[in-house]
């Protein structure tokens, strides 16, 4: 069990998610926030558990569906967005963009728009760590349709082999783009498709934020003390299409009842703050920094197109 | 005080040099513990132990991967691709992921990674175990690539190459893993993105990459005895950077161009670099800008077949005749190396 201080604290990082996307959804549609956009409502859960335990100076790599953990880890909502909008004052300077957000300073390594190219990099970042004697650790999000790529193989025999304190942290939520997992492989759990490897995995409900919280816990500090790897699954819900504009006519509208069994928001509200106002307050506050962070946004310039030819090389 | 060393030995040396003084940089890819198959990394795992000479399983993608993710986390990771075939398998990870780390990031990250690979044909490998891909790296921005033509260039350049914030492919040649040249010890470093003119000229400019610098030295020589005709050559050494303003200026003084490499013509460095010459010398060329390469067909086993493949001083000749006779007479176009028709 989670206490009221820390259920406090994952349930504000997950309506600041929650907010940030549903905000991002609307100015989709109006192109203010450009390209491919992809949302992780119903998986906030996941981002807040795992990345609200975590120190800047341990890393994060995440994949296209990316926002809620660079916020989760410490990314400024404002500088987000304006990532998003291609602003200048953007984390990126607006170069990189939704599918390529980098926070290097709260160790938010880098989001990557290649299905699965994020896996190995989490891997080096860990395998710096070991051989500068530290106790930071390094976390990998991925979909399952990452599973099915040849990186993902060569990725985890190489954590395994090296014994790396990396922690792979899976988002099942049953869909590989347009695609059930069923249509993608015919093994349901990546839990068990890493099995033959020998490390300590756990399957989880991506749903139930303090079971979530625990597990993960329970593999930080054993990454802490230099054990690795370690894979957590979590079995998510997609609320939204795979990107914002997808029709989804492969599947069916979500049962409104099916998403208030699934909704980690909700399932948090419910278990932890009953009766109590407390957690109607953390929304309001969080509707109103994505608000005043829309605002820091819209009144960055865009940058000069010089800083293009710039930015190729470090120098 | 300098040695004279194989290319090999040279490349071996200035890993060991750079391990020594930096204690971020590992070396990491397949057997490199064990030396690997041109005995490159020999000996680097016996000095610097196994955890910083990793040998890794056949995973080039992800072996990639984390040198990229190493690199941008504080180490300086030199990678060994054994044959650059096989750097297809970790093109993702290159074309994607480190070429646009500092890009995408809007300068936050920097990926100063070593691929050292080798390619060229020449000792019966065949197809999957002979190409020059080089061009390939070159369209890619945001990555750098290096070809030395000998051990001394060869240590310099990867002195430099290690040194160099950015993702670095350092593509060696078998065929001239095995040769001697005075090396200085210790090596300096040379810039990336300088040429080297190794024969001064006035009638005609071979430009020549990796082996075929040797061979533009050749058919020079073949070319004063034979013609009097005196060719300047230069190796640009590095492709990205480019050091355009030497070549061009030696070709605006001569007026004639040759472009050598090993790599298929089509689509090769040397199309790229004809056309940026046309466009900083156009008015002093006296003849269209002649190249020599590999046809256009994957490289064959028979002894007989890679040798009449192999470009060399022969069609260098060839080339520069071409060239200083143009509008003399009516030349038979030279169709060497023509993108397949359908």
């Given at each position: 069990?989670?206490n009221?201080?820390?259920a406090?604290?994952?349930l504000?990082?997950m309506?600041r998610?929650r907010?940030?996307?549903?905000?991002?959804?609307?100015?989709k549609?109006t192109?203010?926030?450009?390209?491919?956009?992809?949302l992780?409502?119903?998986?906030?859960?996941v981002?807040?558990?795992v990345?609200?335990?975590?120190?800047?100076?341990?890393?994060?790599?995440?994949g296209?569906?990316a926002?809620?953990?660079?916020i989760a880890?410490?990314?400024?909502?404002?500088?987000v967005?304006?990532?998003?909008?291609?602003r200048?004052?953007g984390?990126?300077?607006?170069?990189g963009?939704s599918?390529?957000?980098v926070?290097a300073?709260?160790?938010?390594m880098?989001?990557?728009g290649?299905v699965g190219?994020?896996?190995?990099?989490?891997l080096?970042?860990?395998l710096?760590?070991?051989?500068?004697?530290?106790?930071?650790?390094?976390?990998?999000?991925?979909?399952d349709?990452?599973?099915q790529?040849g990186?993902f193989y060569e990725t985890i025999?190489l954590?395994?082999?090296w014994?790396?304190?990396v922690i792979?942290?899976?988002?099942?939520?049953?869909?590989a783009e347009?695609t059930?997992?069923a249509?993608?492989?015919?093994i349901?759990r990546v839990n068990d498709?890493?099995a033959?490897?020998?490390?300590?995995?756990?399957t989880?409900?991506?749903?139930?934020?303090?079971?979530?919280y625990e597990a993960f816990?329970?593999f930080?500090?054993?990454?802490?003390a230099?054990e690795?790897p370690f894979?957590?699954?979590?079995l998510t819900?997609r609320?939204?299409?795979?990107?914002?504009?997808d029709?989804?006519?492969?599947?069916?509208?979500?049962a409104?009842?099916e998403w208030r069994e699934r909704d980690?928001?909700?399932?948090l509200?419910?278990?932890?703050?009953?009766?109590?106002d407390?957690a109607?307050?953390?929304?309001?506050e969080?509707?109103?920094e994505?608000?005043?962070a829309?605002?820091?946004?819209?009144?960055?310039p865009?940058p000069d197109?010089?800083?293009?030819?710039?930015m190729v090389?470090?120098t | 005080?300098?040695?004279?060393?194989t290319?090999v030995?040279?490349?071996?040396?200035?890993?060991?040099?750079a391990m020594?003084?930096?204690?971020?940089?590992?070396?990491?890819g397949?057997?490199?513990a064990e030396?690997?198959?041109?005995?490159v990394?020999?000996?680097?795992?016996?000095?610097?132990g196994?955890?910083r000479?990793r040998?890794t399983?056949?995973?080039?993608g992800a072996v990639?991967g984390?040198?990229v993710g190493?690199?941008?986390?504080?180490?300086?990771p030199v990678v060994?691709?054994?044959?650059?075939?096989?750097i297809?398998?970790?093109?993702d990870?290159?074309?994607?992921q480190a070429?646009?780390?500092?890009f995408?990031?809007?300068?936050?990250?920097?990926?100063?990674?070593?691929?050292r690979t080798?390619?060229g044909?020449?000792?019966?490998n065949?197809?999957?175990?002979s190409?020059s891909l080089?061009a390939?790296l070159t369209h890619v921005?945001g990555l750098?690539v290096?070809?030395?033509s000998?051990?001394?260039?060869?240590?310099?350049l990867l002195r430099?190459a290690i040194?160099?914030?950015n993702?670095?492919?350092?593509v060696?040649?078998k065929?001239?893993?095995f040769r001697?040249?005075r090396?200085?010890?210790?090596p300096?470093?040379i810039?990336?993105?300088?040429a080297?003119?190794?024969r001064?000229g006035?009638d005609?400019t071979?430009?020549?990459?990796?082996r075929?610098v040797e061979?533009?030295?050749?058919?020079?020589?073949?070319l004063?005895a034979?013609d009097g005709?005196?060719?300047e050559?230069i190796?640009?050494?590095t492709l990205v950077?480019l050091?355009?303003a030497t070549v061009a200026?030696s070709?605006r003084?001569?007026?004639?161009a040759?472009?050598?490499h090993?790599?298929v013509t089509?689509?090769?460095?040397g199309?790229?670099l004809?056309?940026?010459l046309?466009a900083?010398a156009f008015?002093?060329?006296e003849?269209?800008?002649q190249?020599v390469?590999?046809p256009?067909t994957?490289v064959?086993?028979?002894?007989?077949l890679?040798?009449a493949?192999?470009?060399?001083a022969?069609e260098?000749?060839?080339?520069?005749?071409t060239?200083l006779?143009?509008g003399?007479?009516d030349?038979?176009p030279?169709?060497h190396?023509?993108?397949?028709?359908s």
């Amino acid at each position: 069990m989670i206490n009221g201080d820390t259920a406090r604290r994952l349930l504000r990082t997950m309506w600041r998610v929650r907010c940030f996307e549903e905000r991002v959804a609307q100015l989709k549609r109006t192109l203010v926030v450009h390209g491919l956009i992809h949302l992780s409502i119903g998986g906030e859960g996941v981002a807040a558990a795992v990345c609200g335990q975590l120190r800047d100076d341990d890393a994060v790599y995440s994949g296209h569906r990316a926002h809620g953990h660079a916020i989760a880890k410490g990314a400024p909502v404002d500088r987000v967005m304006a990532e998003l909008m291609g602003r200048v004052d953007g984390l990126c300077q607006g170069i990189g963009g939704s599918m390529h957000l980098v926070d290097a300073e709260h160790g938010f390594m880098g989001a990557t728009g290649v299905v699965g190219g994020n896996l190995p990099l989490a891997l080096g970042t860990a395998l710096a760590h070991q051989l500068a004697g530290g106790d930071q650790v390094s976390v990998v999000f991925f979909g399952d349709g990452a599973v099915q790529a040849g990186h993902f193989y060569e990725t985890i025999n190489l954590a395994a082999l090296w014994r790396l304190p990396v922690i792979f942290v899976c988002e099942n939520n049953g869909f590989a783009e347009f695609t059930s997992r069923a249509e993608h492989s015919t093994i349901e759990r990546v839990n068990d498709v890493v099995a033959p490897y020998g490390f300590e995995r756990e399957t989880v409900n991506g749903s139930d934020v303090p079971a979530m919280y625990e597990a993960f816990a329970r593999f930080l500090s054993k990454a802490r003390a230099g054990e690795g790897p370690f894979l957590l699954e979590c079995l998510t819900y997609r609320r939204r299409g795979h990107y914002e504009g997808d029709q989804q006519k492969y599947r069916d509208a979500a049962a409104e009842d099916e998403w208030r069994e699934r909704d980690p928001i909700a399932r948090l509200t419910a278990g932890y703050f009953d009766q109590d106002d407390a957690a109607a307050e953390i929304e309001r506050e969080a509707a109103a920094e994505i608000e005043a962070a829309v605002r820091f946004a819209r009144d960055s310039p865009f940058p000069d197109p010089a800083i293009t030819a710039k930015m190729v090389y470090a120098t | 005080m300098s040695d004279e060393i194989t290319f090999v030995e040279a490349v071996n040396r200035t890993l060991a040099r750079a391990m020594r003084e930096d204690a971020r940089v590992i070396v990491l890819g397949e057997d490199v513990a064990e030396g690997g198959p041109y005995l490159v990394t020999a000996g680097l795992a016996e000095e610097f132990g196994r955890e910083r000479v990793r040998n890794t399983p056949i995973s080039e993608g992800a072996v990639c991967g984390v040198a990229v993710g190493a690199a941008q986390s504080g180490l300086r990771p030199v990678v060994e691709i054994m044959f650059i075939d096989f750097i297809t398998l970790a093109l993702d990870q290159l074309v994607n992921q480190a070429a646009k780390a500092h890009f995408m990031s809007g300068g936050q990250l920097s990926v100063p990674l070593v691929v050292r690979t080798q390619g060229g044909s020449g000792q019966r490998n065949g197809a999957q175990h002979s190409q020059s891909l080089e061009a390939w790296l070159t369209h890619v921005p945001g990555l750098k690539v290096v070809m030395p033509s000998g051990a001394a260039d060869a240590a310099g350049l990867l002195r430099s190459a290690i040194a160099d914030p950015n993702p670095v492919v350092f593509v060696e040649c078998k065929a001239l893993y095995f040769r001697r040249e005075r090396v200085p010890d210790p090596p300096e470093a040379i810039p990336l993105g300088r040429a080297r003119t190794l024969r001064e000229g006035r009638d005609v400019t071979i430009v020549a990459l990796s082996r075929l610098v040797e061979d533009a030295m050749q058919a020079a020589e073949r070319l004063a005895a034979d013609d009097g005709i005196e060719a300047e050559v230069i190796d640009p050494r590095t492709l990205v950077p480019l050091d355009l303003a030497t070549v061009a200026s030696s070709v605006r003084r001569t007026g004639r161009a040759i472009i050598a490499h090993e790599a298929v013509t089509a689509g090769g460095f040397g199309s790229e670099l004809a056309a940026q010459l046309q466009a900083a010398a156009f008015d002093y060329l006296e003849a269209p800008i002649q190249r020599v390469g590999a046809p256009y067909t994957p490289v064959p086993v028979s002894p007989p077949l890679e040798d009449a493949y192999r470009p060399g001083a022969a069609e260098i000749v060839r080339a520069a005749r071409t060239a200083l006779e143009w509008g003399e007479y009516d030349a038979e176009p030279w169709d060497h190396g023509a993108i397949a028709a359908s």
